[in-house]
């Protein structure tokens, strides 16, 4: 391996500034006989990670910039984690296909409601909805769920009854607990049913009218069916491993922000802090939501046993808006120093030579 390749674990400064010294070192030593081994590269190359994680001396606020970076990193990483451990869940059936499995269970040929979700877990998950009308058969269900390959783990059926409005409905004027006082009880059947297909998880029921053909109610009918993949064993190794490696990435970002922000002239510097602290405290509630993700995640039950909701539809877009406003503070706050001439950086108080970082 050629000593300038050991030398890419310092940052790019550091290099320019000792890379021709510690590559004339590590030669004089070669041609004296002591060629380096796997040792010192190995020590070489620790040295040069260690001057990329460290921070420039007497600046408080350096570390505190690298910790905050660290926190905010570390919950993107997370999250970008648990998102690539669910790429490799099995998928969930289309939503032709599952308005096709919906009219056979239903015997409704009126095209059902899809709507896509994400679980507590973040893992992804489908809400099959129909209403109409229908006769009741849970021997309908049973063969639709077999025909498209379900193995059925169970299905119940279950009397009970519906309040409808009388004749007439409510005339106008009623009060309403009089209303309700009026109401007429319809009978109702019920099915309950649970099925896999692989890694796949269902569960859903149906409600539908048995009775009230005197109050034109008979037939009405509402079915439920939910479908998701059962917990990927990569979902909550990746979400630590993403978390822990978005923790090292926003410390090393920190870490050479503040070598060129020292750089900088006072005024610019000044605004750069400014800038920053106020893209940290627009990523508070991003960071914050998605460590309480990382919790959901990590403690959910194992098996993805039922797809619970946490979010609700609109709160992805106040993340979003507060995340791409923090982030693009934090950019706009290190474009804003103007770049160091000459690098500063970790080991610039020390004498020049570099023999101690290549010591064995």
Known sequence: MSYRRL?????????????????????????????????????????????????????????????????????????AGTWLGWRTAAAIPSDGELRALNAAMTGMPAPAAVYRERSAMKGPGVLVRADGTSDYSAARVRAALLADGWHITALEESDSATLANPPGGRAEGTPAIVAFENLVPVPTKTVRYTARKGELKLEGSGDILVGGAELGVAGQARYGTEVWPEEAAAVRPSTVAGAVVGAIAGWLLAAAAAYRLRGGERGRRRLAAVLAAAGFAALAGPVSELYRDAYQVLTYAHGSPYPYIVDGPDDGRVTLFCTIVGLLAIVTAVVAARPAGEWPGPGAERPARAGPEVSA
């Open 7 to 79: 030398l890419w674990a310092y940052p790019r400064a550091y290099r320019q500034r000792h890379g021709a010294e510690i590559v004339t070192t590590l030669l004089d030593l070669a041609e004296a006989g002591r060629r380096p081994g796997l040792g010192l590269r190995a020590h070489l190359v620790l040295c040069g990670l260690r001057q990329r994680f460290r921070l420039p001396a007497r600046r408080p606020l350096a570390w505190v910039a690298a910790l905050l970076a660290a926190v905010a990193l570390g919950a993107f990483g997370a999250a």
